[in-house]
C-alpha cells in the first residue's frame, strides 16, 4: 500500500460511479451548508464597522438587517424561478452564457471562482474565528490553525466525499438548532426583562465613540458587509439535478427551507444584539472575541451549551469551505470543456474527482489566508462582489430566457427576476463603491485578469487545433531514411549497441565524438577497426566518425550546434539523434555520473526542429 | 552577455591557459596565507578554554605556546625534506599513496578535505569575529556576515583568480606588518614598564574563576586548541611546482621565511597576553571581542592603527579561505582521476577551474557556518584533527620513501621525517582524545565516512567499467527490425508524422490509444481508412490499433505495461516505443497542455529494460 494510497485511498475506477439521489433534509446541509453559515460572519462583518460608533453604532444593526433580508426575499424569489426553468442545473455560468452570450458568461464564472475561493478563506477564518474565541490561548496560532484545516479539507476532498450528505447533516442541524435555541431563550429573556436583559456573561463594554455622528457612506460600508451573509445562496440552483423526483419541486422546498431559516437567524442575531448591547471587538487583536460567542455567553453564560454552540459553528464553517471545493472544480471543468481553461480542470482523478480544480483551489485559498494572516475582517472587502456579480449576471440571463421562452407567465417571471437582477444589481454597485479601496477593486481586478485568461486560453487552443487538425488519411509517402547523428564518448558496450540501432535505421550513419582535454585520439585511431572495417565486411556503409572541437570544454553545444547544421544541409530529410544513456540502478549512483544524455535531451528538444526525431537507447547498469 | 557571464566572467579557452612561474614574495602569501592567518584564531582558541580559571589562568598561554612553536619547528625541517624530495608536487595524499598505499593515502586526502571545509569555515567566521569585536552593533548579523563573505569567495573562485598572488600580497604584508609593529611597540613598552604595561584601551576585565587549580587535562585541552594555529603549514609542499627554478630551493625559502614569521607572531602574541593580562571573552556572546583586537587596543588604542590591523585580519582571514578553495578542487580532482571520487570533478568550467569542487566546498562549509552559527569557537573542537592526520601520514609516508630511495643522508633525512611523524602523530593522538566529546568525534566520523565513501565510488566505477567495457569490434548482427510501438491520442498532424517514421523503422507497427471516458471510438472507426488503407496501397504491412482500456482513469501506466508484456513476448526483438510530443514554445503555455509525453519518457526509462529504445517525434507548436 503505498503512501498516496494510505493518504488519499485506494483509486476508483470508472465504473464504480453511481449516481446520488437526494430529498430536502440532505438538501439543505449539502447545498445550505454555504449560505446557512454566513449567518456567522454577515452580522459580524457588519458591527465591525459600527466600532468607530461606540455603544451608539450598535443599533444601526437591526435596520441593515432589515434591508438585507428584504434582499434576501427578492433573491429567493428569482432562484426560485431559476430552479424551474434549469431543472437540468442553472448555475450563473450556464444562465449567463445560455441567455447572455459567452462574455457575460465568462464574467459570471470569473466572479463565481473569486468566490469559491473566498469562500474557502472565509469559512475557515471564521471558524477558526469562533475556536480563538472560545479558547484564547490558541489566538497566537490563527494561521497555522486556518492553514491546518485547509490541508484537511482539502485531502478529504481529494479522497472524494461519497456520504458528504450524511456527514454534513449533523453538524448542519447542530449548528441551526443551537443558534435558533440560543436566539428563542435570548428573545424570552428579553420580552422578561422589557426589553433590557441581563448578560450572563457580560461582552467587553463597546470601545468609545471616535466619530459622533453616523453618515449614509458609513452605513452602506455596513450594508456592504453585511452583505456577505447572502454568498451561497445559489448553491441550490446549480444543483438541481442531484434532488429525487420531482426535481425541480424538491429544490424548490429546499431553497425555501434554507432562505426561511437563514432570515430567521438574521433577524434574531440582530435584535438580540441590540437587546443585549453587544459591541463588536476588534478582530486581529489580542482580545478578539467574535459576536455570536459574545451573544451565546450573554444569552445562555459560558456553559456546555456555549461550547456546543462554538463547536458547531467551527465545524459548519470549516464545511462551508467544503461547498466550495465541491463547486469550485465542477465550475472549471465546464470552463474548461469550452477550451477557456486548461484541459487539466477536466480530468477526473484516482477518487473520481476533479483533483487538478481542488489542487489549484487549495492553493489560492491558502495564498489568501497567509496574504491576509487568516483574519476574516481583513477578507471582507473582498468579497460579497463575486457573489453579486454572479447574482445579477444569472437574474439578467433569467430575464433573456423568459423573453426567448415567451408564453403564459413569461411577463409575470421576467418581471421576478428582473427585480432580482436589479435589487442583486444596484447592491453589486453599492458593494463595490463602498468597498472599492478597502479591497473591492483587488476582486474587481482579479475578475477582469480572470476573464481574460479564458479568452487567452481558448484562443490558444483554437490556434493548436488548427495547426495539429488532419483528418485527412496517412500519405505514405516516400520518406527517405533519416540522417542518423549517434553521440558516441568512448568505445565500449554503451556505444556499439546505439551504432548497432543506427546501423538498422539508415545507411547515413555519422558517430559524433567531442574531443576534450583529457581524452585520447585513441577513438579515432581504432575507429577503422572496431566500425568501419566490419560494416563494410557485411556489405553495409560504414558508419563515419566526426570529431568535434571543443575550445571551451563544453560537450553539449558542440553536439547541438552539429545537429543542427546537419539539419539545414539536408533540408529535405528527418535528423535522427541517437542519444545512448546510462541508466542509474539506485538513486545515490546518480552523482556518480554525469547527466549529459538527459541534458542534451532536454537541450534538443527546446532547439530543435519538427525534423529532428530524438533516440533514447539506455544502457542499464547492474551495479 | 548573458547573466552567467557577468557574475562569471566570459567562457575561457583551453588554450589560454598558461604556467604561472612565482619567486619568494609572491610564494608567501599563496601559500602562507593558510599558516599565517592561523596566528588570528590559534592563541584565541587556547585562552578561551583558560576562562574558567580567571585571571590566573592567562599565564598558561606561554608554556602552551612555547610547545606549539617546538612542534612547529620539528614540522618544519620536515616539510623541507619533502619539497627536495618531491618538486613535482608532495602533497599529503601523493605522499602517502605512494610510500604506504591506497588506505592511507585516501586517509590522507579525507583528512586534508575535512581540515580544508573547516579552513574554510574557520577562515571565515574568525574574520567575522574580528569584524563584530571592532562594530559591536554586528554582532547579531554574524550569520549573516558569514554567509555573505562565503558567497563573494565563491563567486571570485568561480571566475578564477589569475593574478591571485598580486591580490593576496598587499593584505598579508599589512597582517604580518601591523601585527608584528603592535607586538614591537607592546614589547618595548613592557620593557619600559618593567614587565607591567598600563593598557591604552583596557580590556574586559577577567572573568571571575569557576575552577581553582589547574588539571593536566585541561592543559591538554588548551593545547589541543591552540595547535589549531599550525593548519595550512603544508600548503608549500603541494604547491613546488608552482615556484621558478631553482624550484626546491626557492619553495624551502619561502617556507622558512612564513614559518619563521608565524613562530614569531605566536611567541610575541603569547608574551604581550600575559604582559597586559588579557582574558578571553565568551564567544558567540554581546559583549565577545577577539584576543588580536583586545591586544591591539591595549597596546595602541583605538586609533587607525588598530582599525587597520583588524580590517587586515578580517580580510586575511577571509583569504585564507580562499586557500582552501584553491586546494580543496585540485586535491577532489586527484583522487577523482582514480577513480576514488565522481568524475565530475575532474571537469574544468568555464573559467578552466575545477567548478564542482568549487561549488561542493561552498555547500559544506556554509553547512558547517549555519549548524555552528558563525561561531569560531565552536568550530575549534572539530579542526586539527584533519590537518594532523594529514602531517603525521605525509611524515610517515617520506619515512617510506627515503627508506626505498635509500642512498647516502637517508638515515638522517629518516629520522628527520621519523621526528616529525611521531611529534605530529602523539600530537593527533592527544588532540583526539582531548577534544574527542567536544566535537573531534564529528571530524573522525566525517573522515571514515569519506574514506569508505571513496572506497565505494571506486568499487562502482570498476563495476560499471567492466560492464560496459569492450574493445572488440561491432557485431554487424543480423538485427531485425524492432516491434515499435506509438502512443496516439486522436488522429490528426501529430500522430501521422510519429506514424510516418514508425513505418521507416519495421512492418510491424502497433498504434497504442487509451480509452478513457471522455473520448469516443472515433479513432476505432476511422483507422482502417486513414491508416490501414493508405498503406496497404502503397504495398506495405498496416499498421495495428491497439486499444487499452483504463478503468482507474490512467494514461501511462497502461501504455508502460502494454510495452513491457510486448517486450516479454518477444524476447529476441527490440521494441521501439515512439512518443509524439507537442512542444510549447513559450513557458507561459505549459500549463496548458498535458505533460503526458515527458511522464511517459520518464517512467519508459526508469522501468524499461535494454531492449527498449525511446523514439521522441517533437511538434513545436508556432501558436
New interface residues.
Given amino acids: 500500500m503505498s503512501f498516496l494510497d494510505i493518504v488519499l485511498g485506494k483509486?476508483?475506477?470508472?465504473?464504480d460511479e453511481r449516481a446520488e439521489q437526494i430529498g430536502t433534509s440532505a438538501g439543505i446541509p449539502i447545498f445550505g451548508l454555504d449560505a446557512l453559515s454566513s449567518a456567522a460572519y454577515g452580522p459580524e462583518a457588519a458591527l465591525t464597522l459600527l466600532i468607530p460608533l461606540g455603544a451608539a453604532g450598535i443599533a444601526y444593526i437591526v435596520p441593515v438587517s432589515a434591508s438585507i433580508i428584504v434582499l434576501l426575499t427578492i433573491v429567493y424569489f428569482s432562484y426560485r424561478q431559476t430552479i424551474a426553468a434549469y431543472p437540468g442545473g442553472g448555475g450563473s455560468y450556464t444562465v449567463a452564457t445560455e441567455n447572455l452570450g459567452t462574455f457575460p458568461g465568462l464574467l459570471a464564472a470569473a466572479a463565481l471562482m473569486i468566490d469559491y475561493i473566498l469562500v474557502v478563506a472565509v469559512g475557515i477564518s471564521a471558524g477558526v474565528g469562533a475556536l480563538v474565541s472560545a479558547v484564547p490561548s490558541l489566538q497566537p496560532h490563527t494561521l497555522a490553525l486556518c492553514v491546518g484545516i485547509l490541508v484537511i479539507i482539502t485531502i478529504v476532498n481529494l479522497r472524494g466525499v461519497r456520504e458528504a450528505g450524511i456527514a454534513f447533516m449533523l453538524p448542519t442541524y447542530l449548528f441551526v438548532g443551537s443558534l435558533l435555541i440560543a436566539i428563542v431563550i435570548g428573545l424570552f429573556k428579553t420580552v422578561l426583562a422589557a426589553g433590557h436583559p441581563t448578560p450572563v456573561v457580560a461582552s467587553p463594554p463597546a470601545a468609545l465613540p471616535t466619530v459622533t455622528a453616523v453618515s449614509l457612506w458609513m452605513l452602506l460600508q455596513v450594508f456592504s458587509n453585511g452583505c456577505t451573509a447572502m454568498t451561497g445562496v445559489e448553491a441550490v440552483s446549480n444543483g438541481v439535478r442531484a434532488f429525487r423526483e420531482p426535481t425541480a419541486r424538491n429544490a424548490q422546498r429546499t431553497l425555501t427551507v434554507i432562505i426561511g431559516l437563514l432570515i430567521v437567524m438574521l433577524a434574531g442575531i440582530a435584535y438580540l444584539i441590540r437587546a443585549y448591547g453587544i459591541a463588536a471587538t476588534d478582530p486581529g487583536q489580542p482580545g478578539y472575541q467574535s459576536v455570536l460567542s459574545m451573544l451565546v455567553a450573554a444569552v445562555a453564560g459560558r456553559g456546555w451549551f456555549y461550547y456546543v454552540t462554538i463547536g458547531s459553528v467551527l465545524i459548519i464553517l470549516s464545511l462551508s469551505a467544503n461547498t466550495a471545493f465541491a463547486d469550485f472544480p465542477r465550475l472549471c471543468r465546464a470552463v474548461a470543456q469550452q477550451n477557456f481553461l486548461?484541459?487539466?480542470f477536466?480530468?477526473?482523478?484516482?477518487r473520481l474527482v476533479y483533483s487538478y480544480g481542488i489542487v489549484v483551489l487549495a492553493i489560492l485559498a491558502a495564498v489568501l489566508l497567509i496574504l491576509f494572516r487568516g483574519v476574516t475582517d481583513r477578507l471582507i472587502p473582498l468579497f460579497a462582489i463575486g457573489a453579486f456579480l454572479a447574482f445579477t449576471l444569472s437574474q439578467a440571463g433569467m430575464v433573456g430566457h423568459w423573453r426567448r421562452v415567451g408564453g403564459r407567465g413569461a411577463i409575470h417571471s421576467m418581471i421576478v427576476n428582473g427585480l432580482g437582477a436589479v435589487a442583486t444589481g444596484t447592491t453589486l454597485v453599492v458593494v463595490l463603491v463602498a468597498k472599492f479601496t478597502a479591497g473591492a477593486w483587488v476582486s474587481a481586478l482579479l475578475i477582469a485578469g480572470l476573464v481574460a485568461t479564458m479568452l487567452w486560453?481558448r484562443r490558444?487552443?483554437s490556434?493548436?487545433a488548427l495547426?495539429?487538425?488532419?483528418?485527412?488519411?496517412?500519405?505514405?509517402?516516400t520518406?527517405g531514411?533519416?540522417v542518423v547523428v549517434v553521440t558516441i564518448q568512448e568505445?565500449?558496450?554503451?556505444a556499439?549497441?546505439a551504432?548497432?540501432?543506427a546501423?538498422?535505421?539508415s545507411p547515413d550513419v555519422r558517430a559524433v565524438h567531442v574531443a576534450t582535454?583529457?581524452e585520447t585520439n585513441a577513438l579515432q585511431e581504432?575507429w577503422k577497426?572496431?566500425?568501419e572495417?566490419?560494416?563494410k565486411?557485411?556489405g553495409?556503409t560504414p558508419p563515419k566518425l566526426v570529431t568535434l572541437s571543443s575550445?571551451?570544454?563544453?560537450i553539449l553545444r558542440p553536439i547541438l550546434d552539429y545537429v543542427l547544421e546537419t539539419e539545414k544541409a539536408h533540408p529535405d530529410r528527418?535528423i535522427a539523434v541517437i542519444v545512448p544513456?546510462?541508466?542509474e540502478k539506485h538513486w545515490y549512483?546518480y552523482?556518480?555520473?554525469?547527466q549529459r544524455a538527459e541534458m542534451l535531451?532536454a537541450l534538443l528538444?527546446?532547439h530543435?526542429?519538427?525534423r529532428?526525431?530524438?533516440?533514447?537507447?539506455?544502457?542499464?547498469?547492474?551495479?
Fill in positions: 483509486p476508483l475506477a470508472t465504473s486548461p484541459h487539466a477536466g480530468f477526473r482523478g484516482r486560453v490558444h487552443y490556434q493548436v495547426e495539429t487538425h488532419s483528418s485527412s488519411p496517412l500519405e505514405v509517402a520518406l531514411p533519416p568505445w565500449g558496450k554503451i556499439q549497441r551504432l548497432q540501432f546501423l538498422t535505421l582535454e583529457d581504432e577497426n572496431v566500425a572495417d566490419p560494416v565486411k557485411a553495409g575550445p571551451y570544454r563544453l528527418q544513456e546510462l541508466v549512483h552523482p556518480l555520473h554525469n535531451k528538444l527546446v530543435g526542429s519538427d529532428i526525431v530524438l533516440i533514447n537507447v539506455p544502457w542499464y547498469i547492474e551495479a
